[in-house]
């Protein structure tokens, strides 16, 4: 199965949207066309990979750009073979004056909705705030995030550049309000910073995920402590590369963590950035970290177990493992 649980929407942007926005606003074609422009160059660090990132935030800037943008990510997540996509954002990054938080959560939700109806793929949004911004624009958006809770808005997660914004207990009163709300909770978290990020995102966010966790493995006790815990780490194996996370693919810490009884769940982080979709870091964990059909069916469960899902969803989903 294809289940993705850590994508971000700024990772989906097609570069032909990308063309056709750009021409409506009118700004000039990137020299090596939009593809190359919005593609990252090659490893480096988490500080680098979030600014080439960030180079899709210019296409964000009108709500029926971000609608449409949310749609076309379902459309090739199901086209792609996917079985369910969660799809996260931060509102905060594309709300302005002009633009509410509100707004920008419920065109997003729009968008991926109509894309569910149109491909028949399950998919849900995830919203994030960011480790930059101040305290009380993370907790207008967890308002925003719980006042939208339902059908399509499903989960909270806090994002950003872990390296210059290590602490949680700051982003406490924000998770608190998106658990009020029933959102399922996932942090970035030691992804740039070390293994005992894990237990403090836990401690102070209530997460029951954990976004990346690639250096988890650095220090044996957390690593027992996670897996005791019960905790779900959502491994990106190619963005791990991307970001200096990990020297090599082959290197990825997942089968590590798998060993030490942590529960695992897959992500693609920024499939366009990356040029690696879910189906092929599936491939990945098969061709360059030997794991064997038992390794993919526990995946697969833990997907479906902890994927921030509507019952009824889940039930489908759980019926398709067992056919
Ligand atoms: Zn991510």
New binding site residues.
Partial sequence: MLINL?S?LEGWLRPETAASLAREAGVPEPPAGWARALRLDGPADLTAYLEKVAASYPFFRRLDAIERIAREAVEDAAAGGQDYLELRFGPATHADDDRGLAEVVAAVARGMAAGSAASGMPSGAVVAVLRHHDEATNLAVARAAAAAAGEVVCGFDL?GDESRFPRHDVHAPAFGVAAAAGLGLTC?AAEAGEAAAVADAVRWLGVSRI??GAHLVDDAVELARAADAGLVVEI?PT?NHFTGAIGRVADHPGTAMRRAGVRLVLGD?NPMQTGSDLAAERRVLVEELAWDAAALDALDRASVDAAFLEPAVRRALEARLEA
Avoid: K, L, N, Q
Wanted: proline share 0%.
């Fill in positions: 850590h971000h994002a970035h976004g990346h990106c963005s982080d």
